[in-house]
């Protein structure tokens, strides 16, 4: 019998699955988020640049693989566990993170850009372009939970590589996280 603390390994050497899963589509984010960026910078009128940008979404992108992706992986996981549906799980996963990911994209994105764009002056988002945004971060979510499916059994016996992602992708929260900071701060 199975301890509650137990976890799921693809091989005995490897990270848990799940954290692999994790660092997997936070990389996957972030590469989607500097992939949009400029159409970022375009809907909020020029008021960013899209390295900045890039790395403040990154913040944001992080923070959710990390914790709520966390929640909707395990989620997947119970409520698949017992189906042998191998060939379908890669897209229950994608259809997981498009839901999660839309849901905190068209929350989360427009707020933050709001409240840089309203302190300085310029004009709030439409909601004709937070809805851009809320399709943007779907598209993110289907393709870094997707990838988040498929690539655990492929990088197993590549731990050096996954805790290298893992960290480079903390290291642009933090430096996002700083950017956005002094950002508020010069509005103040």
């Not at 992706?69 to 997947?76: C, K, M, N």
């Not at 409520?79 to 379908?88: E, G, N, S, V």
């Not at 870094?144 to 805790?163: D, W």
């Given at each position: 019998m199975a301890g509650w603390l137990d976890v799921r390994r693809e091989s005995k050497d490897s990270l848990p699955t799940m954290l692999m899963q994790a660092i997997v589509i936070a990389a996957v984010l972030c590469v989607c988020e500097l992939i949009s960026a400029p159409i970022y910078v375009k809907m909020?009128?020029?008021?960013?640049?899209?390295?900045?940008?890039?790395?403040?979404?990154?913040?944001?992108?992080?923070?959710?693989?990390?914790?709520?992706?966390?929640?909707?992986?395990?989620?997947?996981?119970?409520?698949?566990?017992?189906?042998?549906?191998?060939?379908?799980?890669?897209?229950?996963y994608a259809l997981a993170g498009l839901i999660g990911f839309a849901a905190w994209g068209y929350a989360v994105f427009p707020a933050v850009i709001d409240s840089v764009l309203t302190p300085a002056q310029g004009i709030a988002l439409t909601g004709t372009a937070k809805l851009g945004i809320g399709v943007n971060c779907a598209a993110a979510g289907f393709v870094?939970?997707?990838?988040?499916?498929?690539?655990?059994?492929?990088?197993?016996?590549?731990?050096?590589?996954?805790?290298?992602?893992?960290?480079?992708t903390i290291v642009l929260a933090v430096l996002g996280g700083i950017i956005y900071g002094m950002t508020l701060s010069a509005l103040s």
């Open positions: 909020s009128g020029g008021a960013f640049v899209p390295l900045p940008w890039f790395l403040i979404a990154s913040l944001f992108a992080v923070a959710f693989a990390y914790t709520v992706g966390f929640v909707l992986l395990w989620a997947v996981e119970s409520l698949t566990d017992r189906l042998d549906i191998p060939r379908l799980l890669p897209f229950i870094s939970f997707f990838f988040g499916a498929i690539l655990p059994g492929k990088l197993a016996n590549r731990r050096t590589a996954v805790i290298a992602a893992g960290i480079a």
